[in-house]
């Protein structure tokens, strides 16, 4: 019998089939066909039970293809806050502040974290922050480290639009002094500009501005970073990883051993507003309690992203799984690698027990029998290119377990008010049982009345019956046909159909 491989074309760019298919099967001579169930494609991608760092998008056949998403920043035990801007209503994933906006609109064309970006074109588009559970915006409240970051993608870029702002008071023997953190657009640039948010030892007003060293570009993704080490005193500002300023809080402005402290104030504001007076997008909002490292902004997480598809049941035990591949395209060095698992119990509706096995590219797929089938997708980015790896479609083949043969030498002898049926038995290993069809026209076998029961009857591995409380005089129409250990019978593999009239001359 031979076997059909599709494998992948050498052409990175191309459509690729990473696919391994073998020819049908047949079972004691009775051939089943082989079927296709297709994932992806027209359905949308339905029979999916995870969706991990994967987008859906138009794809080039008509259909929905998945593809990695841009990256974004996952929860740690220092994040303070963390908005993704990818759904409504807007929520702080860490869970420390409550959110809320005037008139809030995502863009899912124009995002650079995520599947969309907050855009703002009016000057309604307010996000507020309020304090719920913060270690940071409370009374008082000494920080050590901290990390602020976000994407910013500037439009108009008019002098004295604010991105971020928020302001406190102190009071008592500091004489009511003003706390501001401001960042804003001065001169084509980011201005952050920090007022008494670093408190000196003897409480004496402080003013600390970092601004960048080249202008914004409009309609230009940036990614932005002020960050603070408690232990150096360093204050550095990052545009798109590199140092564009630094500046150390101290007594002489150098690492010298001093540090002066941020604290939130004793009045603080009750939020911290976002693009009041902005015309743009803004993406990937993170404040950290802990001075970050060097910003990694790829365009894609490194770990690529996983497809699961939900449990398939191909309807018996006894069907085989003959074959498994995808439609995807792969530029450069990414990669899609499939994955199934195949057996006859599942947990719950979501998962097939059993470990993950490999599609290989290069070898005969090793057809397995089983009920339940699950798939797996990893897509895999090349971090040098901000082209992602896209999976259009799965496909598997199977051979459904076929129905038994039906019996052969069926006979019906009549007697007083019941029959007595016998046949022959069919010589298949797993063949469990039969079951006996009767009713009184041919071809329909919807009989009651039967000592037995309603039509059809499960006879067990009998090969012969006799079936009482029919009416005599009446002609009844019989046929057998046989299941299998799965479980298996067809109604249409039936025995040939013999009839036969109770009567009392049968006495």
Request: aromatic share 10%; hydrophobic share 40%.
């Amino acid at each position: 019998m031979p076997i059909l491989k599709y494998t992948r074309t050498m052409s990175k760019r191309t459509t690729t089939f990473l696919a391994i298919l073998i020819s049908f099967l047949a079972l004691e001579g009775v051939c089943a066909r082989e079927q296709t169930i297709v994932l992806g494609a027209d359905d949308g991608w339905e029979s999916t039970t995870l969706l991990e760092r994967l987008v859906r998008v138009s794809g080039r056949y008509g259909g929905d293809d998945l593809q990695i998403m841009p990256y974004r920043n996952e929860i740690d035990s220092d994040t303070e806050l963390l908005l993704h801007f990818d759904s409504l209503p807007l929520v702080d994933a860490a869970g420390l502040f409550a959110v809320s906006a005037t008139s809030p609109e995502l863009s899912f064309t124009t995002s650079r974290a995520g599947t969309a970006s907050l855009l703002v074109d009016d000057q309604a588009d307010v996000v507020e922050l309020t304090p719920v559970s913060s270690e940071l915006f409370e009374s008082g409240v000494e920080w050590g480290s901290f990390t602020l970051e976000f994407w910013l993608y500037p439009v108009a870029l008019t002098q004295g639009e604010r991105i971020v702002e928020w302001d406190g008071r102190e009071d008592g023997h500091l004489d009511f002094r003003a706390q501001e953190l401001l960042v804003e657009i001065h001169n084509r640039r980011l201005r952050f500009s920090l007022v008494n948010f670093f408190v000196p030892p003897d409480g004496s007003a402080y003013t600390v501005t970092l601004e960048g060293d080249s202008g914004l570009i409009p309609r230009r993704w940036s990614h932005h970073t002020l960050r603070f080490s408690a232990e150096t005193a360093r204050l550095e500002y990052l545009v798109d990883g590199r140092t564009v300023a630094v500046t150390h809080i101290s007594e002489s402005g150098r690492e010298d051993g001093s540090v002066f402290f941020p604290r939130t104030s004793v009045y603080p504001s009750e939020s911290i507003r976002l693009v009041s007076s902005f015309t743009g997008a803004i993406d990937e909002f993170r404040l950290l309690r802990r001075f970050g490292p060097d910003p990694d902004i790829p365009q894609f997480h490194p770990a690529g992203g996983v497809y699961e598809s939900g449990v398939i049941d191909l309807g018996s035990p006894g069907a085989t799984l003959t074959g498994v591949f995808a439609i995807t395209q792969t530029p450069a060095m990414t990669d899609v690698f499939l994955y199934y698992r195949i057996g006859n119990t599942r947990t719950g509706a979501t998962s097939v027990d059993g470990g993950w096995m490999p599609v290989g590219l290069d070898e005969a797929f090793p057809a397995c029998a089983g009920r339940f089938v699950q798939l797996r997708a990893e897509l895999l980015p090349d971090l040098r290119t901000v082209e992602s790896p896209v999976l259009s479609e799965i496909r598997l083949t199977y051979v459904p377990d076929p129905p038994p043969q039906p019996p052969v030498g069926l006979d019906a002898v009549p007697h007083d008010g019941w029959v007595e049926l016998s046949w022959a038995p069919v010589l298949q290993e797993d063949i469990q049982g039969y079951l006996v069809y009767y009713g009184v026209q041919p071809g329909r076998y919807f009989g009651s009345g039967g000592d037995l029961g309603p039509s059809p009857i499960d006879v067990g591995q009998a090969t012969a019956i006799t079936l009482y409380g029919l009416d005599n005089g009446t002609l009844y129409y019989f046929a057998v046909s046989a299941y299998d250990a799965a479980g298996v019978h067809s109604a249409t593999e039936l025995s040939a159909e013999v009839a036969a009239r109770p009567a009392r001359v049968y006495r």
